[in-house]
């Protein structure tokens, strides 16, 4: 009798043991540390989104926390109180606050503690820290992709109708007409093809020709240049000369050397030429008028 108890109570201890060592391995799988103090700190969120009990709370990509519990707040409005326990070694900045992010597709939510690290001042146990929630992966794609699905659904509407249109509108004699067309278009264009190496070779004539062509000018213009180079040059030097001639007289006139230079730089021959011509003037009018007192005639 007193074996079997002590084997009752040995299964019983064992079962107790087991049991134990499962909810710690299932706690350590979670992330959680049942062997080290820990210290709780709140947050409150309008939508929570993804996030669930166990979920990481993160700074800077490492995880330094859990999410512990959450559960409406008191106050009437609809917020939800988010209780995250983290080891009682870490300590947050009273400049830390909290967001819920999506971590990826597939992965859920975290919270993510943003100015939470530094050389404080710093929060107490049991403060609560200000939080806000990031748009779910699931509304952002349904935002971005609602009009793109309803600009797909139209199109395809459209082209449905384009085909029903199609379908009543090409007959058997317009489909065999449209048949012939294009097998006259794809003969025209075998037979383009086969011309193409035949105008090839005709348009390289054509530039050969034109580049033997071009070599012939060159050398007439060169050889034209070449023989006209001594009457331009003589004729450049007649005109050199022709030009200092022209500028030496301009300076005669302006300093008033040689007649024509007196006659600009001098006004009283112009006055005297001017009083010369209207005597001139006078006299032949007289004669005009009295003939007799300069000629006489006598016919006996």
């Known amino acids: 009798m007193q074996?079997?108890?002590?084997?009752?109570?040995?299964?019983?201890?064992f079962t107790l043991v087991v049991l134990l060592a499962g909810v710690a391995g299932y706690q350590f799988l979670k992330g959680r540390d049942i062997f080290n103090r820990s210290s709780y700190y709140y947050s409150y969120f309008n939508n929570i989104g993804g996030l669930y009990v166990s979920n990481r709370v993160v700074i800077n990509g490492l995880s330094v926390g859990y999410?512990?519990?959450?559960r409406?707040?008191?106050?009437g409005t609809g917020r939800i109180l988010a209780q995250f326990r983290c080891?009682?070694?870490?300590?947050?900045?009273?400049?830390?606050?909290?967001?819920?992010?999506?971590?990826?597709?597939?992965?859920?939510?975290?919270v993510r503690l943003y100015d939470a690290w530094g050389d404080g001042p710093y929060l107490n146990p049991g403060d609560t820290i200000p939080g806000s929630s990031e748009t779910p992966y699931t509304e952002a794609l349904s935002t971005k992709l609602s009009p793109l699905i309803a600009n797909i659904d139209t199109m395809v509407r459209s082209l449905?109708?384009?085909?029903?249109?199609?379908?009543?509108?090409?007959t058997e004699q317009r489909a065999e007409e449209t048949y012939h067309e294009l097998y006259a278009l794809l003969r025209n264009l075998r037979m383009t093809a086969a011309a193409l190496p035949a105008t090839v070779a005709n348009v390289n004539t054509a530039v050969n020709k034109l580049a033997t062509t071009s070599d012939t000018i060159q050398y007439l213009m060169t050889t034209t240049m070449e023989e006209l180079q001594p009457s331009l040059r003589s004729a450049l030097q007649r005109t050199d000369s022709l030009l200092v001639v022209a500028t030496q007289l301009a300076n005669d006139m302006q300093k008033g050397?040689?007649?024509i230079g007196k006659m600009a730089q001098d006004d009283s021959l112009y006055y005297d030429l001017r009083?010369?011509?209207?005597?001139?003037?006078?006299?032949?009018?007289?004669?005009?008028k009295h003939p007799k007192r300069y000629f006489k005639f006598s016919i006996f």
Do not use: C, Y
């Open 87 to 110: 080891p009682s070694t870490l300590r947050l900045q009273r400049t830390a606050h909290s967001q819920i992010v999506n971590a990826g597709l597939i992965g859920g939510s975290v």
């Open 3 to 13: 074996t079997r108890t002590k084997q009752t109570w040995l299964i019983g201890i």
């Open 275 to 288: 009083s010369s011509v209207r005597s001139l003037d006078s006299l032949l009018v007289d004669i005009q």
């Open 72 to 75: 409406f707040a008191n106050d």
């Open 160 to 170: 449905k109708v384009v085909l029903q249109v199609a379908e009543h509108t090409v």
């Open 257 to 259: 050397q040689g007649t």
């Open 67 to 70: 999410v512990s519990d959450l």
